[in-house]
């Protein structure tokens, strides 16, 4: 099953971009790439989630390298409410209906007013 | 979107005691649930998947008598957690599969809110 890490903190100032980095050099070709966030005393909280291309919502933006071993979570206007941890997830298992996720240690964003 | 619900938010027991804590999926029949549990600073530990109409699978280390799981229906798993100790503390986390996860691979599963558990 494919790892991965990312930095234990971040800082960011408010209204800036927020650039989050994942590796997960260990990939496998069907494997998606999943970002959740989880807000202190909180359940995680959906973020985006990719294959190959890059993808973006409403919430973040997703890019990832072509290789696939890496990628980078966007938060384009970084606000005082996206302070939180998050965690960048690649999707385990191999039997439908029994799959889950690994949390790994995440990254504590912090937002600087 | 896909809800999960959980019951309590937050509650606090004498040791000793048992205390449920349940789930449910709100909009969608969940099939597979899964279980975690977090310590303070730390990130979510899978304890246990639930599976509807038959017997929750444990990951290793996790005692299957002191924390029961039961998956009586697909919109609810409770968690029990028996005989608690105050190193039972911890905050629990349920999540949710729709019957198709496991064949659409690029759906995302749905967390609770979770309950923070206390034992005096």
């Known amino acids: 099953d494919a790892k991965t890490t990312q930095p234990p903190s971040m800082d960011c100032a408010e209204g800036r971009a927020a650039n989050l980095p994942c590796n997960h050099s260990?990939?496998?070709?069907?494997?998606?790439v999943y970002w959740y966030r989880q807000i202190h005393s909180q359940g995680p909280q959906y973020i985006i989630h990719?294959?190959?291309n890059n993808e973006t919502n409403e919430m973040a933006s997703l890019i990832i390298t072509e290789d696939r071993k890496s990628s980078t979570l966007i938060l384009p206007h970084a606000t005082l409410r996206d302070t939180a941890v998050y965690y960048c997830?690649?999707?385990?298992?191999?039997?439908?209906?029994?799959?889950?996720?690994?949390f790994g240690t995440g990254t504590r964003l912090t937002i600087i007013p | 979107g896909a809800v999960v619900s959980q019951h309590p938010s937050w509650v606090i027991c004498k040791s000793g005691t048992s205390v449920k804590i349940e789930c449910r999926s709100l909009?969608?029949?969940?099939?597979?649930m899964f279980w975690y549990r977090q310590f303070p600073k730390q990130s979510l530990m899978l304890m246990a998947t639930s599976n509807e109409g038959s017997k929750a699978t444990y990951e290793q280390g996790v005692e299957k008598d002191k924390f029961l799981i039961n998956h009586a229906s697909l919109t609810l798993s409770t968690l029990t957690v028996t005989s608690a100790h105050p190193e039972d503390s911890s905050f629990y986390i349920c999540?949710?599969?729709?019957?198709?996860?496991?064949?659409?691979?690029?759906?995302?599963?749905?967390f609770g809110n979770g309950t923070r558990l206390t034992v005096t």
């Open positions: 990719g294959l190959k």
């Open positions: 997830i690649v999707r385990v298992g191999h039997n439908f209906g029994n799959e889950k996720l690994t």
């Open positions: 260990t990939i496998s070709g069907n494997e998606y």
């Open positions: 999540s949710a599969n729709p019957p198709n996860w496991g064949l659409l691979r690029n759906s995302p599963l749905h």
């Open positions: 909009d969608f029949q969940a099939t597979t």
